[in-house]
């Protein structure tokens, strides 16, 4: 029950304040190697457009590119270049704070 009210918690944060998925697309995109390229950062549709006006189009041709991907939960994003690959979705990510909450809980007993 606490990962359902802390989807739609996180479902009601992105239409508050969807600059939040420019802020996630950012930080996924910094986690790259320096020499990363071919960098295409997929996103929902609708998060691509603010990504998008927010972000801009990149300065060089091929440097990187939205793809948008209506299968991806709207607030997060996969970033792929030839080489690495950065899952920065929703769900990795709230699975990431419900396994250092219950993992930090094992680990004081």
Partial sequence: ????I???????E???SPGEIVA????AMRTLPLSSRNIRLHLHPEDAALVTEAMGRPMQQGAWEIVEDPALTRGGCEVETDDSRVDATVERRLAQVISNI????????
């Fill in 1 to 4: 029950m606490t990962i359902a």
């Fill in 6 to 12: 802390a989807r739609q918690l996180i479902r009601r």
């Fill in 14 to 16: 992105i239409k508050a």
């Fill in 24 to 27: 996630v697309a950012r930080e």
């Fill in 102 to 109: 219950f993992g930090g809980e094992r680990g004081s007993d």
